[in-house]
C-alpha cells in the first residue's frame, strides 16, 4: 500500500507564493506520474498538474495555474511539490497529491494523499 502526505499549505495573502511537497513511501515499485488535484469549497475537484516520473514530463490545466504553478519531482525521494506564485483568491481550496497514470483524470491515479488547506485571502 502507498502512502501519500501532503505539506505546505497555509493562509497566504493574494499574490503571495507557497510551495507544497507531498512524500510517497509504502510498497511502490515503480512510479508513472505524480500529479495535484484540488477542491475549492463547494466545487467538484479539479485537475491542476502532473510530471511523468521518468522524463520530467510536465502538464498544467490551461489558462487557470500555467505560468504560476510549477510542478517538480525529486526522484531518489519519491517526492513532488507544487510551486505556487501569484497567488489568487481563487486558487483557494484543499490541494491533494495523487499517485498513478499521467493523466489529467483523477480515475488514472491509485493512490491519494489526504490534502493540504491552501487559503489565499486579505
Known amino acids: 500500500q502507498v502512502q501519500l502526505v501532503e505539506s505546505g499549505g497555509g493562509l497566504v495573502q493574494p499574490g503571495g507564493s507557497l510551495r507544497l511537497s507531498c512524500a510517497a513511501s509504502?510498497?511502490?515499485?515503480?512510479?508513472?506520474?505524480m500529479g495535484w488535484f484540488r477542491q475549492a469549497p463547494g466545487k467538484e475537484r479539479e485537475f491542476v498538474a502532473t510530471?511523468?516520473?521518468?522524463?520530467?514530463?510536465?502538464?498544467y490545466a490551461d489558462s487557470s495555474v500555467k505560468g504560476r504553478f510549477t510542478i517538480s519531482r525529486d526522484n531518489a525521494k519519491n517526492t513532488v511539490s507544487l510551486q505556487m506564485n501569484s497567488l489568487k483568491p481563487e486558487d483557494t481550496g484543499v490541494y491533494y497529491c495523487?499517485?498513478?497514470?499521467?493523466?489529467?483524470?483523477?480515475?488514472?491515479?491509485?493512490?491519494w494523499g489526504q490534502g493540504t488547506q491552501v487559503t489565499v485571502s486579505s
Open positions: 509504502g510498497s511502490i515499485f515503480s512510479i508513472n506520474a
Open positions: 495523487a499517485l498513478g497514470h499521467y493523466s489529467t483524470l483523477q480515475y488514472q491515479y491509485d493512490s
Open positions: 510530471i511523468q516520473w521518468i522524463t520530467g514530463s510536465t502538464w
